[in-house]
């Protein structure tokens, strides 16, 4: 008897421990929900006090323990539902529970069968009833994580349910041994109290076991879905086998039958009505399903093993212009045109075959359907489904944008991209390509007086006439281009540099009718450059040899622009070396303004009746430094420009300023200079003026005028030492804020000058109407003079024309004394060159104005000559001087 108490003790004291568990683990609230903690800690510790007082003798004993058996069980069973909702996902709990009842009642129906005794007491069904619940809490726990635990069960908890299940095996072990105790079988006295400690205590650790990461569940097997009717057929059987050795059956054992086969007509149930619930979802599915085919947009067919159609949807019709029962039989690859049939009929095998899981193309369709589908094949087994959607606008649209890519869309030709992709792929194959590169003459004065508009329609319709010569010139290929504002490119496959020039002949012919435009007929002209694989220069292959020979037609047809309108020039090394000549003076330029090495040189201008200096030039001059002070002070040198050979001349330098927009910038500095020595030389005593070139562009600048009051204000030098000289080239182009600027500085009392007279349009209409006092003859026009009659005819003219409009008259280029005391003669009032004076510096003019003035007898000049070098600062005739005509 004391060991029976102990071994209650002994239960109650696992009791115990377990409800600590649950109940600090209900403190934590980690993995399993709280009430559930509490109600599982409660089932413990009455299930202990149960197990105690079953331990003790006496029927109050015995009554208590029934009554804490009922409590704990109530308790577990509250517990347990407590858990559900969060182990249980999905719907099917009723099933579960169903077929763990039927797996219970199978199971206690085995064991009873085979060791039980064929009849047994009322004081058997309360272990019974326990062993059954304990059973099916198993049955649930292992059917949700084995048959369908992607549905029913959080993987995440599968060793919390599987330690949980671990604990309750071990009651029902205690349950059935203590059953079977009670029934006579001959079982070890503390075994059942034994399983009853291990089944707490295993309890007691269920909540502490941690979560684990979800994992993919696998698929229930036929095995898992008839383990519970092979169960029922072993419990049937095993009743059987109990009832031929005991030779009568029991009122337990009919009560184990009935609830076997009663669970197992409850399974059935629920299965049919989950089957009559799929069923009826099926049919659902399949109708809304085929409602959907029938009305979707795309043509859906249906395809056997070999690709032909088995269905097809309503859609047919309106996409590939045939009936869908008509498409029945065929093979699908019959939608598309011939060519891409093969390629339709190698994707569906693929497909059909399982080599591919599914498979994608684009197709046009063959008549009497248009356009372009994409076609979408899906495996399914014994087939396929092809899915054809209509892109044929989405096609188009991927077209326009390629081409917006690549072409012009103004004028329809290649653009820069297409042209260089062309001549890139020819250049690889190692063939003869010749590049034309074209300006259009004269039209930026067709879009500022005309407007963009008819700019627009004049490219179109160079674009055209373009067009239409190119294909007479001998090529393999031809790609015409326009790259960006007038300016297109035609290239040719196969044609030598001879033959290009040829062509560029019939492009400018080409160009040279009229333009109708609107109401109105323009005359534009064309500038060609050419450049081609043969011309002497490298071209090496790929984009950069395209790149190359571009730039080599683009430098010839600037060369071209040059000449005049309508003229063609090919690829010369002089040009590049042209070319490059003019980024070195750029470089330079803007190096000696940032540096301060620009300079002032000063060519006297000679009144010829008496020799005596009245006027100064100003000139530019770069201030370089020495080879051996470049050596020590490399980062002093200007820049390029100090490295030229050649004289700078003042047009190149001009031209240079005005393409990088430097020319303002120039021409202010130059002003500020000039009036500052002009007025020290005032301050010596010394009537000299000084002249600036100007050019029209400067003029037409708003802020000009300001500049030069401010300049002279600045110097405190009178207005009327200052004589601004302007290009007679210039004048022809000379517009209305220009003008004003002109009248505006010459009722300020600034002195006004036709530069270089003679040397362009030369209309003596300007010398009448415009506000100037001298007239500078440019030396084009002393050509000849003195002996040539026609020439001093020509000059005596010009010169007594200005004379009788009150005008006085210098002449440039002077070469020799003769020529100079001749002019005298002719009228001329003054002369400049290097006959007279060299341009010097302001300290080496100070020295000639205090000299005697010029003679123009032979012997002095002689003399004047031989003592010019020095007037004349270091390098003043080298290549660091260059006029500051800013023309």
Same mark, same amino acid.
């Given at each position: 008897?004391?060991?029976?108490?102990?071994?209650?003790?002994?239960? $109650?004291?696992?009791?115990?421990?377990?409800?600590?568990?649950?109940?600090?683990?209900?403190?934590?609230?980690? *993995?399993?929900?709280?009430?559930?903690?509490?109600?599982?800690?409660?089932?413990?510790?009455?299930?202990?006090?149960?197990?105690?007082f079953g331990s003790l003798p006496g029927s109050d004993s015995t009554a208590l323990t029934w009554f804490f058996a009922v409590l704990s069980t109530a308790l577990a069973v509250l517990g347990t539902a407590l858990c559900g909702p969060v182990i249980v996902l999905d719907g099917g709990v009723a099933a579960l529970a169903a077929e763990a009842g039927l797996i219970s009642a199978s199971l206690v129906a085995i064991v009873w069968g085979l060791a039980g005794p064929p009849t047994a007491g009322l004081v058997t069904l309360l272990p019974l009833g326990m062993t059954l619940v304990d059973l099916g809490v198993v049955g649930m726990i292992l059917r949700g994580l084995?048959?369908?635990?992607?549905?029913?069960?959080?993987?995440?908890?599968?060793y919390v349910l599987l330690s949980g299940a671990g604990a309750t095996l071990a009651f029902t072990a205690a349950h059935t041994l203590r059953t079977m105790a009670s029934t006579g079988v001959d079982v070890p006295w503390a075994a059942p109290g034994v399983a009853t400690v291990i089944g707490l205590l295993c309890s007691g650790a269920v909540p502490w076991v941690g979560l684990i990461q979800p994992t993919r569940s696998r698929a229930s097997s036929v095995a898992d879905r008839t383990a519970p009717y092979v169960l029922v057929a072993a419990a049937l059987t095993a009743q059987a086998v109990g009832a031929a050795r005991g030779g009568r059956l029991g009122a337990m054992n009919f009560g184990l039958v009935a609830l076997v086969v009663g669970s197992l007509l409850v399974v059935q149930a629920l299965a049919l009505r989950e089957n009559l619930r799929l069923s009826s979802a099926l049919e659902y599915s399949r109708a809304r399903l085929a409602a959907l085919v029938e009305n979707a947009g795309d043509v859906i067919l249906g395809l056997d093993g070999r690709?032909?159609?088995?269905?097809?949807?309503?859609?047919?019709?309106?996409?590939?212009?045939?009936?869908?029962?008509?498409?029945?039989?065929?093979?699908?690859?019959?939608?598309?045109?011939?060519?891409?049939?093969?390629?339709?009929?190698?994707? =569906?095998?693929?497909? =059909?075959?399982?080599?591919?899981? %599914?498979?994608?193309? &684009?197709?046009?369709?063959?008549?009497?359907?248009?356009?372009?589908? &994409?076609?979408?094949?899906?495996?399914?087994?014994g087939g396929a489904v092809a899915n054809l959607s209509d892109v044929t606008e989405s096609v188009r649209l991927r077209e326009r944008l390629a081409r917006m890519a690549r072409y012009d869309?103004?004028?329809?030709?290649?653009?820069? *991209?297409?042209?260089?992709?062309?001549?890139?792929?020819?250049?690889?194959?190692?063939?003869?390509?010749?590049?034309?590169?074209?300006?259009?003459?004269?039209?930026?004065?067709?879009?500022?007086?005309?407007?963009?508009?008819?700019?627009?329609?004049?490219?179109?319709?160079?674009?055209?006439?373009?067009?239409?010569?190119?294909?007479?010139?001998?090529?393999?290929?031809?790609? *015409?281009?326009?790259?960006?504002?007038?300016?297109?490119?035609?290239?040719?496959?196969?044609?030598?540099?001879?033959?290009?020039?040829?062509?560029a002949d019939r492009l400018v012919v080409a160009m040279r009718p009229n333009?109708?435009?609107?109401?109105?007929?323009?005359?534009?002209?064309?500038?060609?450059?050419?450049?081609?694989?043969?011309?002497?220069?490298?071209?090496?292959?790929?984009?950069?040899?395209?790149?190359?020979?571009?730039?080599?037609?683009?430098?010839?047809?600037?060369?071209?622009?040059? %000449?005049?309108?309508?003229?063609?020039?090919?690829?010369?090394?002089?040009?590049? &070396?042209?070319?490059?000549?003019?980024?070195?003076?750029?470089?330079?330029?803007?190096?000696?303004?940032?540096?301060?090495?620009?300079?002032?040189?000063?060519?006297?201008?000679?009144?010829?009746?008496?020799?005596?200096?009245?006027?100064?030039?100003?000139?530019?001059?770069?201030?370089?430094?020495? &080879? $051996?002070?470049?050596?020590?002070?490399?980062?002093?040198?200007?820049?390029?420009?100090?490295?030229?050979?050649?004289?700078?001349s003042p047009a190149e330098l001009v031209e240079v300023a005005e393409g990088t927009g430097e020319i303002d910038e120039l021409g202010r500095w130059v002003l500020v200079e000039a009036t500052h020595q002009a007025y020290l030389w005032q301050q010596m005593g010394r009537d000299v003026r000084v002249n600036v070139n100007m050019s029209v562009r400067q003029l037409s600048d708003p802020g000009f005028v300001e500049a030069v009051r401010s300049a002279l204000g600045r110097a405190r030098l009178a207005p009327d030492r200052l004589v601004i000289e302007i290009t007679e080239g210039q004048m022809l182009g000379e517009g209305d804020l220009a003008n004003n600027t002109i009248?505006?500085?010459?009722?300020?009392?600034?002195?006004?000058?036709?530069?270089?007279?003679?040397?362009?349009?030369?209309?003596?209409?300007?010398?009448?109407?415009?506000?100037?006092?001298?007239?500078?003859?440019?030396?084009?026009?002393?050509d000849g003079v003195g002996s040539d009659p026609r020439a001093t005819t020509l000059i005596r003219?010009?010169?007594?024309?200005?004379?009788?409009?009150?005008?006085?008259?210098?002449?440039?280029?002077?070469?020799?004394?003769?020529?100079?005391?001749?002019?005298?003669?002719?009228g001329a009032w003054a002369g400049q060159g290097f006959a007279l004076h060299a341009a010097m510096s302001p300290s080496a003019l100070l020295d000639v104005l205090e000299a005697p003035p010029l003679s123009l007898a032979d012997p002095v000049g002689r003399a004047v000559r031989r003592h010019r070098s020095a007037w004349l600062p270091p390098g003043a005739v080298s290549h660091h001087e260059t006029a500051a005509s800013l023309d």
């Open positions: 008897m004391d060991a029976v108490v102990g071994l209650g003790i002994a239960q $109650a004291a696992a009791g115990a421990l377990a409800a600590g568990s649950w109940l600090a683990h209900a403190a934590r609230g980690t *993995v399993l929900p709280q009430r559930a903690c509490y109600a599982l800690g409660g089932w413990a510790a009455v299930s202990g006090v149960a197990l105690l084995v048959a369908a635990p992607s549905a029913l069960v959080d993987t995440r908890y599968r690709g032909r159609v088995v269905t097809a949807n309503a859609a047919a019709l309106v996409l590939l212009h045939r009936s869908p029962d008509l498409l029945v039989g065929e093979d699908v690859a019959e939608v598309a045109v011939l060519e891409e049939r093969q390629r339709v009929r190698d994707a =569906v095998t693929e497909v =059909v075959r399982g080599r591919a899981a %599914s498979a994608r193309a &684009e197709l046009t369709l063959a008549p009497p359907a248009t356009g372009t589908v &994409e076609l979408r094949l899906r495996g399914v087994p869309q103004m004028t329809g030709l290649a653009n820069r *991209v297409h042209l260089e992709e062309e001549l890139r792929l020819w250049l690889d194959g190692g063939h003869t390509v010749s590049v034309l590169y074209l300006d259009l003459d004269g039209f930026k004065a067709v879009n500022d007086r005309f407007g963009h508009l008819t700019g627009d329609a004049v490219l179109v319709e160079a674009a055209r006439r373009l067009t239409g010569a190119v294909g007479a010139i001998e090529a393999t290929r031809t790609v *015409v281009a326009r790259i960006g504002g007038d300016e297109f490119v035609v290239a040719l496959l196969g044609t030598p540099l001879s033959a290009a020039m040829a062509g333009f109708p435009v609107a109401d109105r007929t323009l005359r534009i002209g064309v500038s060609i450059g050419v450049a081609a694989t043969d011309d002497g220069a490298r071209t090496g292959p790929g984009a950069q040899g395209a790149a190359d020979l571009l730039h080599r037609a683009d430098i010839a047809m600037f060369a071209a622009k040059q %000449s005049g309108q309508s003229q063609v020039a090919r690829w010369e090394a002089a040009l590049e &070396e042209r070319a490059l000549r003019k980024v070195d003076i750029a470089i330079g330029l803007r190096r000696a303004l940032d540096t301060g090495r620009l300079a002032l040189a000063y060519q006297p201008i000679v009144r010829l009746a008496d020799g005596v200096i009245v006027g100064a030039e100003a000139l530019i001059r770069l201030d370089a430094l020495d &080879e $051996a002070a470049r050596d020590t002070a490399p980062d002093e040198s200007p820049g390029a420009l100090a490295g030229l050979a050649d004289l700078v009248r505006r500085l010459r009722a300020d009392g600034v002195q006004l000058a036709i530069d270089d007279f003679g040397s362009g349009y030369s209309s003596l209409s300007y010398l009448r109407r415009m506000p100037v006092r001298t007239v500078k003859i440019d030396r084009t026009l002393l003219a010009v010169i007594g024309a200005a004379r009788g409009l009150g005008l006085l008259v210098v002449c440039e280029g002077i070469e020799n004394l003769a020529m100079a005391r001749l002019l005298r003669d002719l």
